[in-house]
């Protein structure tokens, strides 16, 4: 029953990935006031990970955005023309080593932009966090204050494209101008991971722009700290409001109904009229069938999304506008999609309780472009029904076997990950001896495992670089797979993130695979020892195809974002169709930084 609930409260819940990008504005140097000096515009930039000094490399005219500060050119903080109230917020951003930045909503709340790569332990000043507010009036060491750290380090490693999505809400003003709300962070990921959720901003951080708060301000971003380049900033602002429900007015009928009958043959049980649905009771303990009528107030043309289900196997149905189409119960999310101008919308809805467990109430939301998400209705007791996250302790389980789900791939059936107190992970197919993934941040989510029935899948908590090869890990010199068919013969954990895989062919190759964790956390190193054939063959690192030499053994693999470094300069990483690919005959080393 859990797992049935869990999926309706995940479905309704997870809109922000199916709104569209309409009404953007994507933000270039010229839109920033202050904009010379230090920055520039560039077409290609890239660092050094390994080395000490805050650079930036880059090269040509084009549209990235370089802030390079030097003893002639000191850096600068540049501000938009423009200004914004509530957002969503996008910034494609790298890091030097060692710098340091950060970005202003509003030009008042700062999310930092750090190298904070490999750090384990964050705090508010690390890469996405919601830096502090300050008050010099306070004993040093208490001075600031209200800072949040991001929920874990999903930060990569300088040089390396990062991607930082916030949904903001501006504060909001009375009339007379004073402030009755504050402004909030709906939700930040940095990574694709979520780092913040509905954080409550009390005021400005330190640094801010002079003027306080406003209902409209500008982005700012900090250029006197350290380099950053920044490939995109598109701010699209939320200013849809959301459709009111209005006149609303409910029939309860009792009985069990997984169809919907012929209206003429009901007879209520309770009529009445309501202001919200939060307020409707059924008088009924035992199962029942409600209808709700009424109007829905709409502000503003638009693409309109309605969602409603209704818990424990009931099951709904929702009509908009006045149509003559049949209208039928379902069980699940039932999705309503309209384009609707502005004035009153006639709308019904039908919940069907078919058991005397089920819950009263029902689920009911709305978004549309540039609309935060409304939630209209919840049943009674919804918290209780989502599961906590199961997450996996390394301390406990330092190594995992589960099935692995991977994008565009069938479900790796003998699968194996690999945990380190550094933070950085990786899974493992025993079956192709590929390298699947390799991530940063907490371990596993092994809810859909061990969660009521499970179904064997364990998931990465952190900010993933998927490696996802789904050929063998041999390759012949024209790129077709090795022939062979492999047998696990076992592992064998040498120690925190080390583990060495064994693997033999039926034609007599036999294959030792050692995967260490860095002690830094920094990556990871990869040593395959192959016997049996002296035949000159190749493996495929990673998925990928600009490959940029960054010193002797470094190489940067800017679309697959990571670093690939061989063991030495006579290995030469070749550009395929498909990945990067390395040449081995009876053994190779590597590593992969990220």
């Given at each position: 029953m859990l797992s049935n609930l869990k999926s309706i409260w995940i479905g309704m819940a997870l809109t922000f990935s199916a709104i569209s990008v309409q009404g953007q504005t994507k933000l270039q140097l010229s839109d920033f006031k202050n904009n010379g000096g230090s920055w520039s515009e560039v077409a290609k930039v890239w660092a050094n990970p390994l080395q000490s000094e805050q650079i930036l490399f880059s090269e040509g005219k084009g549209n990235i955005i370089l802030n390079a500060p030097t003893n002639k050119k000191p850096g600068t903080d540049i501000v938009s023309s423009e200004k914004f109230g509530d957002a969503?917020?996008?910034?494609?951003?790298?890091?030097?080593?060692?710098?340091?930045?950060?970005?202003?909503?509003?030009?008042?709340?700062?999310?930092?932009?750090?190298?904070?790569?490999?750090?384990?332990?964050?705090k508010a000043g690390d890469n996405g966090g919601i830096y502090e507010r300050w008050d010099d009036t306070k004993p040093d060491g208490q001075k600031g204050y209200q800072g949040?750290?991001?929920?874990?380090?999903?930060?990569?490693?300088?040089?390396?494209?990062?991607?930082?999505?916030?949904?903001?809400?501006?504060?909001?003003?009375?009339?007379?101008?004073?402030?009755?709300?504050?402004?909030?962070?709906?939700?930040?990921?940095?990574?694709?991971?979520?780092?913040?959720?509905?954080?409550?901003?009390?005021?400005?951080?330190?640094?801010?722009?002079?003027?306080?708060?406003?209902?409209?301000?500008?982005?700012?971003?900090?250029?006197?700290?350290?380099?950053?380049?920044?490939?995109?900033?598109?701010?699209?602002?939320?200013?849809?409001?959301?459709?009111?429900?209005?006149?609303?007015?409910?029939?309860?009928?009792?009985?069990?109904?997984?169809?919907?009958?012929?209206?003429?043959?009901?007879?209520?049980?309770s009529v009445g009229k309501i202001g919200s649905f939060d307020e409707f009771v059924a008088g009924l303990t035992t199962s029942s069938l409600s209808k709700f009528e009424g109007t829905i107030s709409v502000k503003k043309a638009g693409n309109y999304t309605f969602r409603m289900a209704v818990p424990n196997n009931g099951l709904g149905a929702i009509q908009l506008e006045n149509t003559s189409e049949p209208i039928q119960l379902r069980q699940g999310v039932t999705t309503v999609e309209k384009s609707l101008q502005p004035g009153e919308v006639p709308f019904v809805i039908w919940v069907s309780k078919p058991t005397d467990w089920t819950a009263q109430g029902f689920y009911l939301t709305a978004y549309a472009d540039a609309m935060w998400q409304q939630t209209y209705s919840n049943p009674v007791g919804m918290s209780s029904w989502s599961a906590d996250a199961i997450l996996v302790d390394t301390r406990e389980t330092p190594v995992l076997r589960s099935f692995i789900d991977l994008p565009n791939r069938t479900r790796i059936s003998h699968g194996i990950s690999v945990s380190s107190q550094s933070g950085t992970h990786y899974s493992y197919d025993l079956n192709s001896n590929q390298l699947l993934r390799v991530w940063r941040g907490i371990f596993l989510d092994a809810t859909p495992m061990w969660n009521d029935r499970g179904n064997g899948v364990s998931r990465p908590f952190g900010s993933i670089t998927e490696l996802s090869l789904a050929s063998g890990l041999l390759l012949n010199l024209n790129n077709s797979s090795v022939n062979d068919e492999w047998q696990?013969?076992?592992?064998?954990?040498?120690?925190?993130?080390?583990?060495?895989?064994?693997?033999?062919?039926?034609?007599?190759?036999?294959?030792?695979?050692?995967?260490?964790?860095?002690?830094?956390?920094?990556?990871?190193?990869?040593?395959?020892?192959?016997?049996?054939?002296?035949?000159?063959?190749?493996?495929?690192?990673?998925?990928?195809?600009?490959?940029?030499?960054?010193?002797?053994?470094?190489?940067?693999?800017?679309?697959?974002?990571?670093?690939?470094?061989?063991?030495?300069?006579?290995?030469?990483?070749?550009?395929?169709?498909?990945?990067?690919?390395?040449?081995?005959?009876?053994?190779?080393?590597?590593?992969?930084?990220?």
């Open positions: 969503e917020v996008t910034l494609v951003y790298m890091m030097a080593p060692g710098s340091n930045s950060g970005i202003y909503l509003q030009g008042q709340y700062e999310i930092q932009l750090l190298d904070s790569w490999s750090r384990v332990a964050v949040y750290a991001p929920r874990q380090n999903a930060s990569k490693a300088p040089g390396i494209w990062q991607t930082l999505k916030v949904h903001f809400k501006a504060p909001r003003f009375s009339a007379s101008g004073d402030k009755i709300q504050n402004a909030r962070i709906v939700s930040a990921t940095l990574n694709g991971v979520t780092i913040h959720e509905d954080v409550e901003l009390f005021g400005p951080t330190r640094g801010a722009l002079a003027g306080g708060e406003v209902a409209e301000g500008p982005i700012r971003i900090q250029g006197d700290h350290g380099p950053i380049a920044i490939k995109s900033l598109e701010v699209k602002p939320f200013d849809t409001p959301a459709p009111e429900f209005k006149n609303i007015s409910f029939q309860v009928f009792p009985g069990s109904y997984t169809e919907l009958p012929a209206e003429n043959t009901l007879k209520a049980s696990a013969k076992g592992y064998r954990i040498l120690g925190d993130g080390s583990v060495s895989f064994s693997s033999q062919s039926k034609n007599g190759l036999e294959l030792k695979d050692q995967i260490q964790v860095m002690p830094d956390g920094k990556g990871v190193d990869r040593k395959i020892e192959l016997s049996g054939s002296s035949a000159p063959l190749k493996i495929r690192v990673v998925p990928g195809k600009v490959l940029t030499k960054i010193s002797k053994n470094l190489f940067w693999i800017e679309d697959a974002g990571l670093y690939l470094k061989v063991s030495s300069s006579d290995q030469k990483p070749e550009v395929g169709a498909d990945g990067i690919f390395l040449p081995i005959t009876t053994a190779l080393s590597y590593s992969l930084l990220f």
